[in-house]
Nanobody
Framework: VQLQASGGGSVQGGGSLRLSCAASGLTFSTWRMGWYRQAPGKEREFVASISGSGSRTDYADSGKNRFTISRDNAKNTISLQMNSLKPEDTAVYYC??????????WGQGTLVTVSS
């Protein structure tokens, strides 16, 4: 299984970024997928997840009303649209394939830096 995340970068506070993750090696539409992040000196934390069909999404409180997770099962990709970014959103963002709500597979991470 390979998960390739992209789309990170540097942005000023209040700006937007869209992360993408391309998956291969798994029956994509049957896997719940998610985004996690790890800020410097902190543990990795859950950001958002989406069911295999895309019908259900879940968000950490930190991203509710600002972040939107989506997927395209025809292209084996998931995305995370992040709006109204804050400096505390600065982290390495990882996409993950989830099994029983827990990460089974990890991507390599993409760095998001938000300046004040």
């Amino acid at each position: 299984v390979q998960l390739q995340a992209s789309g990170g970068g540097s942005v000023q506070g209040g700006g937007s970024l869209r992360l993408s993750c391309a998956a291969s090696g798994l029956t994509f539409s049957t896997w719940r997928m998610g985004w996690y992040r790890q800020a410097p000196g902190k543990e990795r934390e859950f950001v958002a997840s989406i069911s295999g069909s895309g019908s259900r999404t879940d968000y950490a409180d930190s991203g509710k009303n600002r972040f939107t997770i989506s997927r395209d099962n025809a292209k084996n990709t998931i995305s995370l649209q992040m709006n109204s970014l804050k400096p505390e959103d600065t982290a390495v963002y990882y996409c993950a394939g989830l099994f029983a709500q827990s990460p089974r597979y990890w991507g390599q991470g993409t760095l998001v830096t938000v300046s004040s």
